[in-house]
């Protein structure tokens, strides 16, 4: 029996851009199969207890961007502290991988999400706006005006709404958040203990 993993991600959250190409690379790595979920964070942030960025006290907003700037740093990977377009709606883009995904496969809605990722974090575009999400599927070589287009549909609506309550009935409050064999992990920063858990299991299959 194969291993599979739920990946819970938002793509507008920093700690997703920081942890997606080191948690790929992990599952790739022990042969685990990614059960790519994205979610509404604002959705399952109402209904956990989190506050979205804004609303945030002072201290709070403030050490964040101590640790952006800590993992960055220490990762090697650029990041904006404080992209032109953020805090943004992440929805046009969950929606879009998710079209992608059904499209494409879950290998290239990997590659999707690492891009529109780097393009907030890194490029500072608006990864809410059409144009750029068109733009950054068309440098994948995706057809990004059909993805566009399909992503506006009553299926890709419903996926992403059933992600977003799957999240809620397994408990999750944040995102990058993953479950492997039952096990939560929330964080680009407990990715060292999935690889763990992804070791462990491969040994046990092997």
Request: net charge neutral; proline share 5%; aromatic share 10%.
């Amino acid at each position: 029996m194969s291993l599979t993993c739920e990946y819970f991600l938002a793509t507008q959250s920093p700690y997703v851009y920081l942890g997606h190409a080191r948690f790929v690379a992990l599952a790739r790595r022990y042969d685990v199969q990614i059960q790519l979920k994205p979610i509404d964070l604002g959705r399952i942030f109402s209904g956990s207890g989190g506050l979205p960025l804004a609303k945030r006290a002072p201290q709070r907003q403030a050490y964040r961007l101590v640790e952006l700037a800590r993992w960055s740093k220490y990762l090697n990977v650029p990041l904006n502290l404080e992209p032109k377009f953020f805090p943004v709606s992440g929805d046009p883009a969950a929606r879009l991988v998710i079209a992608t995904q059904l499209a494409h496969g879950t290998d290239k809605a990997l590659d999707l999400i690492g891009a529109v990722s780097k393009a907030l974090w890194v490029d500072e575009r608006n990864i809410a706006d059409d144009a750029t999400l068109q733009a950054v599927a068309d440098s994948l070589s995706l057809d990004g005006r059909s993805l566009l287009a399909a992503s506006n549909g009553t299926s890709v609506q419903a996926a992403y709404d059933a992600n977003t309550d799957g999240a809620a009935r397994a408990g999750v409050y944040g995102a990058p958040w993953f479950v492997f064999e039952g096990e939560p992990y929330w964080g680009q920063d407990r990715l060292d203990f999935l690889e763990r858990a992804f070791a462990d299991a491969s040994a046990r299959k092997g």
